[in-house]
């Protein structure tokens, strides 16, 4: 579902979307405001997806209210509607979704629901085919894994997953998959894959949501339910970790299950690999932050261990979870991950733990 | 970082424009086409994640151009181009993602690629 709120000076303004936006069936209205100053209050404590702004209002007007509202959520999906053509140059400034017109139609409103669905990956329905990216790389459809039978129509599927909705060209699908082969020959290898791929699928009673258009492929994100993706399509609030987005970051980290395509040595995949490894330590980094700050140190040990099995020898995570075990004078396990932590250290890369993390230990 | 195109009748500003595109540390290539016959077999190969397309201009079917590349690349990202802000209002019925006004400046096409990057449809940009 859409999560939405409506601000509008006009109750039957207000009233008339919420309708339009209630019979559509996917939008969850989750606030409805004639004063913009109380819709700001509400969006500090609350998250959406999709924000509904009336452009003309006396106070704040619907243009300064998108700043603010993007200030409060970066990745919400503003969407204005109002009486007037003339800010719409403006409202593409500000990135808004869409702009619509009073009165409103009930299929213009529709395509504008479809662009937040893509745009902000949001699952309306639940996808039949589960894809997990972290970790090994899984198909399961119903309650069974499916099974290629060849390996590279699984390293087929994982490539257009990875593009997330993009068209590939065959070419560049050949190249990243069959460079070693030439002209025709790779040809056929992909004809062959992509039967096999989607035969798999199909014995499991599932689709391949794969699209094809004058000589590109592209996987349709909608039709998986893919962690990956899900975890692509969060974007962190400027007001980064606080009491009301805490949850939602660790429901995202907790999508990382393991290292992406774990076991794989597929070439295409390696930005990727790094990237998101990055991108979730980092968010493992401000959660446990978040925690100290607040005072919550058992917090902080229990998403350090969940982080130390993906990433064993990060000095910081090591840092913080030692750091949380002696804020809660626990000594001893203290002392048994730090000195676990120098063992590796040393082992692996002939390293100690640094100036800090010793000063931390005396 | 982002594959662009730029559709433009008018040879003066489709340079502008591409040399703006050049300018930004974001874009890897330009492609300057001004029809659209050779535009749509472009886009046809795929990789195009921005596509610069003019409106209003006469003559040249800048709405009809559009709405073939949706067709054609759904993940191809929009940005309409005119020297008036009557577009804009179509341009959100098309689905653009972005509109330009003639002539730009450095900083227009700079913000306009920042808010981009924000919204990108697929893989191009991580």
């Not at chain 1, 500000?94 to 409103?109: E, G």
């Not at chain 1, 902000?120 to 899984?138: D, E, L, S, W």
């Not at chain 2, 020297?83 to 179509?90: C, H, L, P, R, S």
Request: hydrophobic fraction near 45%; charge should be negative.
């Amino acid at each position: 579902m859409i999560r939405a709120i409506i601000v509008d000076d006009e109750q039957p303004s207000v009233e008339k979307m919420a309708k339009l936006l209630g019979d559509s069936g996917i939008v969850d209205v989750k606030g409805k405001f004639t004063n913009p100053a109380e819709a700001l209050e509400f969006l500090k404590k609350t998250r959406v997806d999709a924000v509904f702004l009336d452009i003309e209002m006396p106070g704040i007007d619907g243009l300064e209210m998108s700043n603010r509202v993007i200030d409060l959520q970066g990745g919400v999906a503003v969407v204005f509607v109002t009486a007037y053509h003339e800010y719409a140059v403006e409202a593409f400034r500000l990135n808004a979704l869409d702009y619509l017109l009073k009165p409103v139609s009930k299929d213009r409103l529709k395509e504008t629901l479809d662009r937040i669905v893509v745009e902000k990956n949001i699952r309306v329905h639940p996808a039949p085919m589960q894809v997990n990216c972290f970790g090994k790389f899984k198909v399961v459809v119903g309650a069974s894994e499916v099974r290629f039978r060849t390996v590279k129509a699984g390293e087929l599927l994982a490539f257009l997953v990875d593009r997330r909705g993009s068209a590939v060209s065959r070419s560049e699908i050949i190249d990243a998959l069959w460079g070693e082969y030439e002209g025709d020959r790779a040809v056929a290898h992909f004809n062959t894959t992509l039967y096999y791929l989607k035969k798999a699928l199909l014995q499991h009673g599932a689709e391949a949501p794969v699209e094809h258009a004058r000589g590109a492929y592209r996987l349709d994100p909608a039709g998986i339910d893919c962690d990956f993706h899900r975890f692509m399509s969060f974007i962190p609030a400027s007001t980064g970790v606080n009491e009301f987005s805490i949850q939602e970051y660790e429901e995202i980290v907790a999508l990382y299950g393991g290292e992406y395509l774990a076991g794989s040595d597929y070439q295409w995949a390696e930005r990727n690999r790094i990237m998101l490894r990055e991108k979730y330590i980092r968010m493992l980094i401000d959660i446990a932050d978040y925690y100290k700050s607040a005072g919550k140190h058992d917090k902080t040990v229990e998403i350090m261990k969940a982080g130390l099995k993906h990433e064993q020898l990060h000095g910081g995570i090591n840092f913080r979870l030692v750091e949380a075990l002696l804020l809660l004078n626990d000594r001893i396990s203290a002392a048994r991950y730090y000195d676990m932590y120098r063992r590796k250290l040393r082992n692996e890369f002939g390293l100690e733990p640094d100036a800090a993390f010793k000063r931390l230990m005396r | 970082m982002f594959n662009a195109a730029v559709v433009d009748p008018d040879t003066g500003s489709l340079e502008a424009t591409a040399g703006l595109l050049a300018r930004n540390p974001h874009v890897s290539s330009v492609a300057c086409f001004r029809g659209y016959s050779d535009f749509f077999k472009e886009i046809e190969k795929g990789g195009i994640h921005l596509a610069f397309i003019r409106v209003g201009s006469p003559g040249f079917h800048g709405l009809s151009v559009a709405r073939e590349t949706f067709a054609v690349s759904p993940a191809t990202m929009v940005v309409f181009m005119s020297d008036t802000g009557n577009y804009a209002v179509a341009a959100f019925e098309e689905g653009a993602c972005g509109y330009l006004i003639l002539p730009a400046e450095q900083k227009d096409l700079d913000e306009l690629v920042d808010n981009l990057k924000k919204r990108v449809k697929g893989a191009c940009w991580s």
